[in-house]
């Protein structure tokens, strides 16, 4: 890339994660340089003069001044290609099983091997044929990755103009060193394309154009998929104290969001959380395939005592992964766990370079850095002649000191996304799980995702308008009991608390380790909603004629409401017209008992 | 560290000392993160760490602090090492001072190994998720927010309540059941009282454990700095006890509130830009240097479970000592003021207390098939009572609905016969769990909607006195 001869530096200091060096004059902004004797890897990030500041992406013990700085001529880059799929990488990208091969269950520093594997041979089969004219994103061929991606496609590289295919490998077996390709870019330019390609983090991946989010991402989590949406391609926040549910919630969707490839980063939180997702992800299926969810999944883990500024890269390693499926045509969810760990990695780099602190010491860039990496998801036509669509949505968790959500990460965070998932402490401390305020929580994708959700269940937006009013005028009469007691209350009054007690806790409540609550599919969701609202609307009639809201309450059916979550999805449609019918029976029976 | 040759440098150019930080000209090769030793002018040898560290200049750290030491007449020896820590089996049953001293009388430890103290991140990949239920006897713990082998889970409590009585009640009764395996107890104190350092040894003694365990004492009049360095020495005596020798470790950290002090020092000596309410804006990943330091890894049979002790200024739970150390940890169990002066022990908040860990831990073959149903309904009960108790102190009893009665009365048991146990008294896990039954069976079973008919069926004290 960098084509003027590479010449050494000199470490004039040492400060944590970040060494400032000397001689360093042909060295460019964000290149990757070998930092002392033992050659750890570290990236540059600010330029004075002769003078470079590197951040370095392990522990800096050790190195001290007078000691080189090798530049390499590359960015910091990850390697794309086919076995990304069921492996864990660090901030860096290097594949921790290869690590711990090499130096056991304790991290050790300097080694850096392929992040993919070399020996491997993957079955590729070719699309297109010599003579075929290409630009950047077409797609020559495709081998199959694992057995929730069946069709990962080797892509002609972005920035490939007007290509003619002059050379092209017959179907078969071959490791990604191979060169698969030739093409003929004009100018005696030939471009040999191999099936694994490098792609700077920092720089995003180019697409024709952005297109609009108007299909859910599905999550099967009730709360989210009926009140508070998110769209394949939308962005997320999830804010919280400590304990309220970020990371189960971030698991959750990682398990059962309905995207072809999901990419979690682990960034700054705890070990034994990607420990977990390592145990359980091989065992879990998918609820559409059946086939064990490792196999959709990329873990980035750099988890909290591990070095901060392979934390702050983490996010990028795991973006622009997530672009490269995306331009194959997927729907790619990522997830980090926290952006708050990331801002702080930055925070505290930036200490060490004495920049001017803003806002908490954060430095002044924080927001638009925030701005910046939510702006790398969406739904877009990707490149290629064919016409392909691929999305990112990204869901990331911001974990607000002392749950106050009015410090910077919470705020900028809230500028660019789309939607606010606030976590409750309070919730929590009831064990009233997930902990998503639902009268604070929004998402801006409601109402055009509306239009998907009417097509498939007409009644979809009216019920979730229903249960939203019915939670807000709980908060209302709450606050009358408050001041005057429950005894104030008329019947009706206590029917609405009745109900909204009933969508509190047998609705939104979700259990992430009950096997049959965890994934809860629309339609379950719906003939839910359906329940609840046939009972609160037939119990008004009652009401009206005189019955007690006690009295309605007691009889089987209602109670059974109570217990509905816990019905499999796949038994639910029977489940859902057996209680309508002993509901009807019910509800009119004390109708009956008014009239006589 | 590296493979580079080790060569001790000697300096005698300390240009200025600045609270615990000493500030040496012209070091040009001295590496960072080094271990250093200060020579003061009487002799007397003090150790230090490189924080900074460029050509003209390194800035060292003295753990012993600067007072006494002079410009003039300091020597300081830069070792070209990081800072080791000698263990082996001997420092079983051994009292150290805060920096490895031997303090005991006893002969000196014959090392096996030299350990880095700051030690390696433990691979992500090669960690065992903890799934091994430990019975500390204590039901508000063991019902609600269990603890299991490798967990990191810390009591947050305040000024003058019993959390020294609540640890040291769990270092005596903590146990795997079914296990006969090599358990160890480390303990590292922290700016504690003599009194409270006493209490401790006193009661490990009375117990047996103190045979096996290894302490680490500093005390309040010891230096402050030195805070930094003893729980890295308690935690690399652990990873060599349970990864090398295979000892199920628990370790005991108190006061941790002393420790973020210490920290707080150094960063405002070196004129850091501070973060919240003055604490320096790396302290999150500071602590996660020592508190990930705990759980299993495949293939080795030990274990490090953590339980760090830290006192909330002001009870604050917002404040940044808990508020980062809760991001961290998997869990918290909350010592509670109120509930303490209404005379409970354990004085434990169940609501805010949490172990993350406790799915994995609890259920069929671990404890008992009921205990999480059981443990969910407990919760939905006794947060249903607390907040009926502050309607009550607003509209008075009458105003309450019988349903409402129920859940008051329930939640008052739930504090006098659940959470309420004697300091000495030892229960089993199903003690803990046919208290909660019984608790719970004051209610209709229409109300118990968290757990299922079966559970209910098999475990309801109504159905089972019908089959007995
Ligand atoms: N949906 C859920 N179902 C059941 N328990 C949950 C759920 N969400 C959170 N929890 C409980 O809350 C604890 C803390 O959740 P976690 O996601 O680790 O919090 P955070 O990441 O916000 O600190 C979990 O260990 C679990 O016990
Ligand atoms: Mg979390």
Redesign the pocket.
């Known amino acids: 890339m960098l084509k003027q001869k590479l010449k050494f530096g000199i470490i004039k200091k040492v400060v944590g994660p970040v060494v400032f060096a000397e001689n360093m004059e042909n060295i460019t902004m964000y290149e990757m340089v070998k930092v002392g004797l033992d050659r750890i890897i570290g990236e540059v990030i600010r330029i004075e003069g002769d003078n470079a500041v590197i951040q370095v992406y392990e522990d800096t013990t050790g190195v001290s001044p007078g000691e080189p700085v090798e530049p390499t001529g590359a960015l910091l880059s990850v390697e794309l290609g086919p076995g990304l799929l069921n492996q864990i990488f660090d901030g860096i990208q290097r594949p921790l099983t290869f690590l711990e091969k090499e130096s056991g269950f304790f991290i050790r520093r300097g080694i850096y091997p392929d992040a993919l594997p070399r020996n491997k041979k993957w079955h590729f089969i070719p699309t297109k044929k010599a003579g075929d004219k290409v630009v950047g994103g077409d797609i020559l061929g495709y081998v199959k990755e694992s057995p929730l991606l069946e069709r990962h496609a080797i892509m002609v590289p972005p920035q490939t103009k007007n290509g003619l295919i002059s050379y092209i490998i017959e179907e078969g077996d071959y490791t990604i060193d191979e060169t698969i390709a030739k093409i003929d870019c004009g100018n005696n330019n030939i471009l040999e394309v191999k099936m694994v390609t490098k792609w700077p983090i920092r720089k995003p991946r180019p697409i024709k154009r952005r297109v609009s989010t108007h299909l859910p991402l599905i999550t099967g989590q009730r709360i989210i998929d009926a009140l508070f949406p998110i769209a394949k391609g939308g962005t997320a926040a999830i804010p919280?104290?400590?304990?309220?549910?970020?990371?189960?919630?971030q698991h959750?969707l990682a398990q059962w969001a309905d995207a072809n490839v999901i990419v979690y980063i682990g960034c700054g939180e705890r070990g034994n959380e990607m420990a977990e997702v390592l145990e359980r992800f091989p065992e879990l299926k998918d609820p559409r395939s059946g086939l064990p969810l490792i196999n959709r999944t990329i873990l980035i883990a750099n988890v909290s005592n591990m070095p901060i500024a392979a934390r702050e890269a983490s996010i990028y390693t795991g973006m622009t992964i997530a672009e490269y499926y995306r331009d194959m045509g997927y729907d790619v969810a990522l997830m980090a766990?926290s952006t708050s760990r990331w801002a702080e990695a930055l925070r505290e780099i930036s200490g060490r370079l004495e920049e001017m602190p803003g806002e908490e010491g954060y430095p002044a860039y924080l927001s638009s850095r925030i701005a910046e990496f939510y702006e790398r998801a969406g739904r877009c036509e990707v490149l290629g002649s064919d016409e392909r669509y691929g999305s990112i949505s990204v869901v990331g968790?911001v974990s607000p000191p002392g749950a106050d959500f009015s410090e910077p990460v919470t705020q900028s965070t809230l500028r660019v996304v789309k939607v606010f998932w606030a976590?409750d402490t309070s919730l929590?401390q009831r064990r009233h799980?997930?902990?998503i305020n639902w009268l604070t929580s929004y998402s801006l994708y409601k109402n055009e995702l509306d239009l998907w959700f009417v097509k498939y269940f007409p009644n979809w937006p009216n019920l979730t308008k229903e249960f939203m009013q019915v939670l807000q005028e709980e908060e209302e009469l709450i606050e009358i009991v408050r001041l005057v007691g429950p005894d104030a209350l008329s019947e009706v009054q206590k029917l609405i608390l009745e109900y909204a007690r009933k969508i509190r806790e047998d609705y939104l409540m979700?259990?992430?380790?009950s096997a049959a609550d965890s994934y809860c599919d629309l339609k379950k969701n719906y003939y839910m909603m359906c329940l609840l609202s046939y009972f609160y609307n037939e119990s008004k009639k009652l009401v009206g004629n005189g019955v007690q809201v006690s009295k309605i309450n007691s009889l089987p059916s209602v109670q059974e409401l109570g217990r509905m979550k816990f019905i499999p999805n796949e038994e639910f449609e029977a489940f859902y017209f057996d209680l309508l019918a002993r509901l009807k029976e019910d509800l009119s029976s004390l109708a009956l008992g008014v009239k006589s | 560290m590296t493979t580079k040759s080790i060569i001790t440098r000697e300096f005698k150019t300390v240009s200025g000392i600045s609270g615990p930080l000493l500030f040496v000209q012209e070091t040009r090769n001295v590496a960072y993160g080094e271990y250093v030793e200060i020579v003061a002018q009487d002799g007397s040898v003090r150790h230090g760490q490189v924080l900074e560290t460029s050509f003209e200049m390194a800035v060292v750290q003295v753990f012993e602090g600067s007072g006494g030491l002079s410009r003039e007449h300091t020597v300081v020896r830069f070792t070209g090492e990081p800072l080791r820590f000698a263990v082996s089996t001997d420092v079983i049953g051994r009292m150290f001072n805060g920096s490895g001293k031997v303090i005991d009388n006893g002969p000196p430890i014959i090392p096996k190994e030299k350990l880095d103290v700051n030690g390696s991140p433990i691979n992500p990949k090669s960690r065992a998720y903890p799934t091994d239920f430990i019975q500390t006897g204590i039901s508000a713990i063991d019902g609600m927010n269990t603890l299991s082998r490798g967990q990191k889970l810390p009591l947050f409590s305040g000024n003058g309540l019993p959390h020294n009585e609540i640890a040291a009640q769990i270092a005596r009764q903590a146990k795997v059941r079914k296990t006969e395996e090599k358990f160890l107890l480390i303990f590292a104190a922290l700016g504690i009282t003599v009194d409270e350092a006493r209490f401790f040894i006193n009661s490990f003694e009375e117990s047996g454990a103190l045979s096996r365990s290894v302490l680490f004492i500093n005390l309040a009049q010891d230096p402050a700095i030195e805070r930094i360095l003893t729980p890295r020495l308690a935690l690399t005596t652990a990873e060599y006890l349970a990864f090398e020798e295979d000892y199920h470790v628990l370790v005991i950290i108190t006061d941790m509130t002393n420790y973020c002090e210490a920290l707080r020092e150094i960063s405002a000596a070196r004129e850091e830009v501070p973060g919240r309410r003055g604490y320096p804006g790396y302290m999150y990943t500071d602590l996660a240097s020592i508190y990930e330091r705990t759980g299993r890894v495949l293939g080795k049979l030990g274990s490090i479970t953590q339980m760090p002790i830290l006192t909330m200024p002001n009870d604050d739970i917002t404040h940044p000592i808990p508020d980062l150390t809760g991001?961290i940890t998997e869990g918290q169990i909350i010592i509670d003021r109120a509930l303490h002066r209404r005379g409970i022990y354990p004085p434990i908040d169940v609501l805010p207390s949490?172990s993350?860990l406790?799915?994995e831990a609890i259920g069929q073959n671990k404890t008992r098939d009921d205990h999480r149903e059981l443990s969910d309904q407990l919760y939905y009960m006794y947060a249903e009572g607390r907040s009926l108790r502050e309607l009550v102190a607003v509209v008075g009893e009458e105003a309450l609905t019988e349903r409402d009665h129920l859940y008051l009365r329930a939640a008052d048991r739930f504090e006098k016969e659940f959470v309420s146990q004697g300091r000495y008294e030892e229960r089993s896990i199903e003690q803990t769990l046919d208290i909660g039954w019984n608790i719970l069976s004051s209610f209709p079973e229409s109300e118990l909607k968290r757990i299922s008919l079966n559970t209910i069926q098999k475990y309801h004290p109504s159905k089972r006195s019908r089959v007995s």
């Open positions: 919280g104290g400590f304990g309220t549910g970020k990371t189960v919630m959750q766990d968790a976590l929590a799980f997930p902990a979700q259990h992430a380790y | 991001y949490l993350r406790m799915k």
